[in-house]
């Protein structure tokens, strides 16, 4: 299969965003797609001279959350409407808004579509310092049964904090930080050696129901306690062999649960990351993600037509259906404010009895 490699983040482009984006996506994830390519050349896939040649045209796409001015990026695109049935999109941001078919690393579960979707992980790796630190300390006899560091950006996570677990080996922790890239290298190996000194860890969703933590996880050898109901696991693995997924209204139960899985935690780590090896690892992940592409193209109806889908970007029930509408913003931004007041409100009254 011929494959033509391409992104909207181009230095000549109108766009600002996509100048902006140019050089990361240039350096970070097209030249090491091509180097993989490469060393997949003579095993399925190769790279086409042409995209008039390809079976197949990629974007991959820089990792910026994609609002509705990526609409008019796209439609910026010749190739997408010269061959809608050949372009596929790789997407690691946090949203996933399903304008071009692909592979999406934060697709939803209201999302699935077999003839166009598929769940995959991350195309490059946040944090180098893992596999360094995975062969310094693997063979290390974990002392907690599980951990979890990280901010309270989201509902799930602040139950975990507001569960004030008591047990002496489980740690929890909140950073004040969102920003993984604001950490100092000293807290950077901190999270990996808590990770490393853990048997489980839990993976709660952030702003996307997927977490790159969840592939760290897996990359250190340890179980993941995956919190995210409305993620889609990418196919292929035995997510059920090598990983706990709790719903996140079961926050509470969380040391009692895990707690009865403790006997197989040694196996299951292992199998984490064997499997981090063999789907999400630097020489696998784009191989993979090709095999969705692929998987999506013999999926389809013999008369399927992307087209369809494209004529929808400037509707006002594809804005709808994404709660992009003046009105849902109106009424978004009354409920920010009506939660904001409540809290000032909490705040001032407490401030008043002391």
């Not at 995959?120 to 180098?128: H, K, S, T, V």
């Not at 602040?158 to 920003?179: G, H, L, W, Y």
């Not at 013999?302 to 709808?320: A, N, R």
Request: proline share 5%; net charge neutral.
């Amino acid at each position: 299969m011929k494959v033509w490699l391409t992104t909207t983040a181009r230095k000549d482009s109108k766009f600002e965003q996509s100048r902006k984006y140019h050089e990361d996506a240039k350096h970070n994830l097209i030249e090491p797609a091509r180097e993989s390519m490469r060393r997949l050349e003579g095993q399925r896939y190769s790279l086409a001279n042409s995209p008039e040649d390809a079976d197949i045209i990629v974007y991959i796409e820089p990792e910026y959350v994609k609002f509705r001015e990526y609409i008019y990026i796209l439609l910026d695109e010749d190739l997408i409407f010269k061959y809608p049935n050949r372009c596929f999109v790789i997407d690691c941001a946090d949203t996933s808004w399903g304008f071009l078919p692909g592979v999406y690393t934060s697709l939803l579960t209201s999302q699935i579509n077999r003839q166009r979707f598929r769940s995959g992980g991350y195309l490059r790796e946040y944090n180098p310092s893992c596999g360094k630190l995975y062969q310094e300390k693997k063979h290390i006899n974990p002392r907690l049964l599980f951990s979890f560091r990280g901010a309270a950006n989201v509902q799930v996570r602040q139950k975990i904090f507001d569960a004030n677990f008591s047990i002496s080996d489980v740690s929890i922790n909140k950073i004040v930080s969102t920003k993984f890239f604001d950490y100092n290298t000293n807290q950077q190996n901190l999270y990996i050696e808590e990770i490393i000194d853990s048997k489980f860890v839990l993976c709660p969703r952030g702003w996307s129901p997927a977490s790159i933590r969840l592939y760290e996880v897996m990359q250190l050898g340890r179980v993941p306690v995956i919190l995210s109901d409305q993620w889609v696991p990418p196919e292929g693995p035995s997510w059920n062999d090598f990983s706990l997924r709790i719903s996140e209204s079961k926050v509470n139960d969380l040391p009692e649960i895990i707690r009865s899985y403790e006997p197989y935690a040694s196996e299951m780590g292992q199998l984490a990351r064997q499997t981090w090896e063999n789907f999400f690892s630097p020489d696998i992940i784009f191989f993979r993600m090709l095999n969705y592409i692929e998987s999506i193209l013999l999926e389809r109806d013999i008369d399927y037509d992307e087209s369809f889908y494209q004529k929808q970007w400037l509707t006002w029930k594809f804005d709808w259906e994404r709660g992009w509408t003046p009105l849902q913003s109106f009424v978004r931004a009354v409920r920010e404010r009506t939660l904001i007041n409540k809290l000032k409100s909490k705040f001032q009254s407490l401030n008043t009895s002391m």
